[in-house]
């Protein structure tokens, strides 16, 4: 398809938005080869789109209706038009097939009537018109959601096909897209330099400059890139094809909560929120305080202290730095050393037989009971052709046995299906379990430290600037035990029966 380019821009045209028509031109020439346009001429004009009347316009649109190109290239659409008799005119030779589309680095256009009816919002059309449409255009709208295509334009990685009316894969971006989930959340990239990755590669804002941050964090937690679609506050399921895995979009999204975990004075306290007082019940709040030496240097000293805002109470400061040192205790006291876990995955390996083989004996038993009361039915079906009782005695009876059978079909799927829901829990426990040891030791892991603190236990009290956990499930058992006897298969089995009743993973 062959495209002109239109670039406008009048004398009178005191808007610092509007580009000069060289830079216009110089806009349109790197769009189109962003998007394989083939330009066959460039067309300005210096006058004003308000009133009918430009020449170059005019002459624009005859070469179309000529044939000598199908698409028009323009900055905005209000370069083209300004006024409903010139925006009419572009309409008329879209619906006439004349023109077969129009592209724009500022303005998303589509050949749907929805696409026309924002187009002549872009051409400042009368008022009129756009109610007439718009009743129209949310139906299609509409009807789109409803069939699981994005009605808009399409966000970066995928593009909106003209011919199909619906959302394509643009794979050489997704690849882009892709890499730069991975790199985020990995951590190794912030929402600036993800910008300027995705600048080196080619996605870039319409004035080809690095797209904002902010933006960069729309693209990070687009739900659309694992196929859900939010539309004016709805949720819908979308039919395109997805190149972000679940697991990789979730841990993007764990990334992002990271970065912008709340930072109070442009400090970022660990421990905050952890603990409340054990004299007064108070919450537990965080200070810095920056001393200053001579020779020009300062230090930053973090404070925890009673909030003090419940009652009076005798409780003094606990720096920062003993706080970790305790929390790295109480962590530790949980931990499991590395060598055991092979002996408890073991063991669960052996409870979890021991479990099914159970499970499959109380199947055999229930399914013994329902072949004996399929024979009293055949007994009781009998009776009643045999006229040994009425009809109104089979039915009552036939009921009864019925609702039996149901129950207990009802507890075989119950033991099939809940045999070992136990064992996932216990498994990201054990997973945790093994990370006490290694964050316990690591080096500034302030906020690792406060997060498996929040696994092990829960309730933190201070009190005399001692830290008193309660201990979760499971990790109280191994805290109660002496290293030496936490290796006997009694703990594990004891453990695993706390697990069972009610270990929240
Ligand atoms: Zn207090």
């Known amino acids: 398809m062959k495209y002109i380019a239109y670039c406008r821009k009048s004398t009178d045209e005191k808007d610092k938005q509007v580009l000069s028509i060289d830079q216009q031109i110089a806009e349109l020439k790197e769009f189109s080869n962003r998007e394989y346009l083939e330009i066959i001429d460039f067309v300005t004009e210096a006058k004003t789109a308000k009133t009918p009347g430009r020449e170059q316009f005019a002459e624009?649109?005859?070469?179309?209706?000529?044939?000598?190109?199908?698409g028009i290239v323009s900055w905005h659409p209000d370069r083209l038009a300004r006024n409903s008799i010139d925006g009419g005119k572009v309409i008329y030779l879209l619906d006439t097939g004349k023109i077969l589309d129009l592209k724009f680095p500022q303005f998303w256009f589509e050949s749907t009537p929805q696409g026309k009816f924002m187009l002549n919002i872009a051409f400042g059309q009368s008022k009129y018109y756009v109610d007439n449409l718009s009743e129209n255009v949310k139906r299609g709208m509409r009807h789109k959601l409803r069939i699981g295509i994005w009605p808009s334009k399409a966000p970066v990685g995928y593009i909106n096909d003209s011919r199909t009316k619906d959302i394509q894969l643009d794979s050489e971006r997704a690849r882009i897209i892709k890499k730069a989930f991975e790199l985020f959340s990995e951590g190794r990239k912030s929402f600036t330099e993800t910008s300027l990755y995705l600048f080196k590669f080619g996605i870039r804002s319409s004035s080809n400059k690095p797209i904002k941050s902010d933006e960069v964090r729309r693209i990070l937690t687009n739900k659309f890139y694992i196929g859900i679609m939010k539309y004016g506050g709805e949720y819908h399921q979308g039919v395109h094809k997805l190149f972000i895995s679940k697991q990789l979009f979730n841990e993007a999204q764990k990334q992002v909560i990271r970065i912008e975990r709340p930072r109070r004075n442009g400090h970022d306290f660990a421990f905050a929120g952890l603990a409340r007082c054990g004299e007064c019940n108070a919450a537990i709040t965080a200070e810095q305080h920056v001393k200053k030496y001579k020779n020009g240097s300062s230090q930053i000293f973090i404070y925890y202290r009673c909030t003090k805002k419940l009652k009076p109470c005798n409780q003094k400061y606990i720096p920062e730095s003993e706080m970790e040192t305790q929390l790295r205790k109480i962590i530790d006291?949980?931990?499991?050393?590395?060598?055991?876990?092979?002996?408890?995955?073991?063991?669960?390996?052996?409870?979890?037989?021991?479990?099914?083989?159970?499970?499959?004996?109380?199947?055999?038993?229930?399914?013994?009971?329902?072949?004996?009361?399929?024979?009293?039915l055949n007994l009781l079906l009998d009776s009643y052709l045999d006229q040994v009782i009425d009809s109104e005695t089979y039915k009552i009876k036939k009921n009864e046995l019925f609702e039996e059978k149901l129950k207990i079909n009802e507890e075989i799927t119950k033991i099939q299906t809940n045999g070992s829901s136990w064992l996932e829990p216990m498994k990201n426990f054990i997973g945790s379990v093994l990370s006490c040891a290694k964050?316990?030791?690591?080096?500034?892991?302030?906020?690792?430290?406060?997060?498996m603190a929040k696994t092990v236990g829960s309730n933190f009290f201070l009190t005399d600037r001692q830290f008193v956990p309660t201990y979760n499930l499971?990790?109280?058992?191994?805290?109660?035990?002496?290293?030496?006897?936490?290796?006997?298969?009694?703990?594990?089995?004891?453990?695993?029966?706390?697990?069972?009743?009610?270990?929240?993973?």
Request: aromatic share 8%.
């Open 474 to 505: 499971g990790f109280a058992a191994l805290c109660a035990t002496p290293s030496a006897q936490r290796k006997s298969h009694g703990l594990f089995s004891k453990t695993l029966s706390v697990s069972r009743q009610g270990f929240e993973p």
């Open 439 to 451: 964050i316990a030791r690591a080096k500034n892991t302030s906020h690792d430290l406060a997060i």
């Open 333 to 376: 006291d949980a931990a499991l050393p590395h060598q055991w876990a092979n002996d408890w995955y073991k063991w669960m390996d052996e409870d979890e037989r021991e479990e099914q083989s159970l499970a499959e004996e109380n199947i055999s038993k229930l399914k013994l009971e329902i072949e004996t009361l399929d024979k009293k």
């Open 60 to 70: 624009l649109l005859r070469r179309i209706e000529k044939g000598e190109a199908q």
